[in-house]
Structures are given as structure tokens and as C-alpha cells.
């Protein structure tokens, strides 16, 4: 008899930190879309854990491409697949948000103006984990990394997250969505219902990286859950062009920023003064999101409770 771990897809024995939301995020995607894929992974933390020669933990077809053309590599195989009349296997890229948002970015965007028929998976753990903490277009304003560092001159990374949905939205593609490992159903949801899909689909999901943010590993779930609950990352998705939001955070719901900010090394040098030049960010894309989604945006909300 099987035990329940041996059942999982990505196996038991890969070496990522204990408590690694990343590793969490791959167990719980490759459970949701079974054993019909073939997966494409880009040089990072998760290819590095789980595929050491001879070892690995993959228990379905795997191939590593380079950092750079995980989307191509896909393109690639999804069109000899349906070439050869295989059209039921899931072509997946599972990458980082180095490789998704920065150095293989062009062939993502060239693989989605093609709508290739592909499933692009980012592990969002906002920040080059691999080799040693440095700063990617995902990494939040503010943050401390070895390239971003708190000093003197400078107080973390200047700029703010690339809106990566966004972007893969104005592609034109049947179907973006913003996912967090906090809410395992979400995952599970919109990785099937975008399996069901075809052409490129792109889903984010978030999943932060103990190590590189600066907390105990036991905190990975309760730090995710508060990007959401904070409106540091919003959850959404657009399918066919039309945002839907996914989890509200209303202003009577949502917490402060600073109880995400605050369980993180990384923010550790801030103010009051960054706290709230945060808050006022964060609520800034929210209220953005909900024009997006056709919903009320704070001020709405204010004046229809005033009534
Ligand atoms: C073209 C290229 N540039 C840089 C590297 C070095 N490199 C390997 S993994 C990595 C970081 C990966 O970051 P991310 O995609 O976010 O994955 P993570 O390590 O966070 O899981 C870098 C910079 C490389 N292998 N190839
Ligand atoms: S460094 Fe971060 S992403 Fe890499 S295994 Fe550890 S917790 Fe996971
Ligand atoms: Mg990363």
C-alpha cells in the first residue's frame, strides 16, 4: 500500500528549506493538474532542490531548460505534441520570479503573443532565492537584498513590483490569474480551470521564501495569508479579458501592512515613515484593481456607508 506522500507528484526528498512555501506550491500545483504533463522547469531554488543527478523528485516527464527560455522550450514541445495528434497532455513551465518577470521575459512574452497552447506557472517568492538573495522585478519596494542593500545612500529596492497579471493580461491571452499558497483551494482552482483552457495561460502564485525574506520557516503560511489580507498581493484573475477578483479585503477586512512587514528581516530597517509610504501603495493598487474589476474602490465604499 501506498503511503500519501509517496502519492504526490513532486516526491518527498527534495532538499528545500524546511518550511519552503515554493516546495509547498509545486506539491500542490502538480497534484491539481496529474500525471498528463510534461513539465519545463527554469534554473532556480525548485530546480536545483529537486533535480541533482542521479536524483530527482519528479514523478512526471521533466525537463530543465535554461534560465532564459523555459517559454520557448515549452512552445516548443506543446507544438511537436500537437503535431504528432497528442492533444490532452498539459505542457507546464514552472519557473521563478527571476526567470518570469526579468531574464526570461521575452520569451514568455513572445510564447503569449503567439498564444501558444502552454500553462506558465510562476513561483512568486519575490527575489533571486537561488543564488543568494538578490533583488528581481518581483521583490516589494523597500526590501533589503544583497543587491538592494540598506545603507547609508540607499534603504532597500527603490521601485515597486512589476504588475505581472497585468502584463500577461495585455497580451490578450484566455487567461491570467494572481494565486497564493496561503489559499490552497485558490491554487488548486485556477490551476485546473486554466488546465481546461487552451492557448497561454499564466498564473502567479505567491509564495515567500523563509530564507530570503527573513523568517522562520514555520511562518511561511501566516506571511502569505497576510499579503493577501494587507492588500500587499491582491488575488485576482482575468479570463478573456475580464478581471474577476478573488478575495475581497474591504476596508473594514483589511489589516495593516505592518503586521506582514513586520515578521520580515527584510523590512527591518523601516520607519513609520515607509510603513505608511507602503500602506499608501498598497491601497493605491487595490483601489487601481477594483476600477479593474468593476468594483467600488475605497472612497465608493466610504460614501455609500455614509448614506
Ligand atoms: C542567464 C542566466 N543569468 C543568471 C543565472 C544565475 N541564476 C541561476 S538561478 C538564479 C536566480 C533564480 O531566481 P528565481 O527565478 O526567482 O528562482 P528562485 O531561485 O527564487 O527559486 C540566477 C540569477 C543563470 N543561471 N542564467
Ligand atoms: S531558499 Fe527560499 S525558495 Fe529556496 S528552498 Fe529555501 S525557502 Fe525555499
Ligand atoms: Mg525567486
Redesign the pocket.
Known sequence: MSTQSEMHLYAPGHSGCPGCA?SLTLITVLDALGKDIIVVN?????EINSSQYPNSAWRVPYIHS???NAAAVASGISAALRAKGNDHTTVVVI?????TYD?GFGALSGMMERNDDVLYICYD?E?????GVQK?GATPFGANTNTTQVGSKHRGKEGDRKALIEIAAAHGIPYAAQSNIAFIHDVRAKVKKAQGMRGSRVINIFAP?ALGAGFDGSQSIKVARLAAQTRMCPMFEVENGEYKLSVNVAPAQKKPVLEYLSLQQRFKHFTPDDVSKVQMKADKYWNHLMKLCGLPTDEQVAAQEKK
Not at 527554469?42 to 525548485?46: D, E, K, L, R, V
Not at 519557473?95 to 526567470?99: K, L, N, S
Not at 527575489?127 to 543564488?131: F, K, M, Q
Open positions: 515554493p527554469a534554473t532556480g531554488c525548485m535554461l534560465f532564459e519557473a521563478g520570479d527571476g526567470a531574464i517568492n527575489l533571486y532565492a537561488n543564488t528581481s521564501c
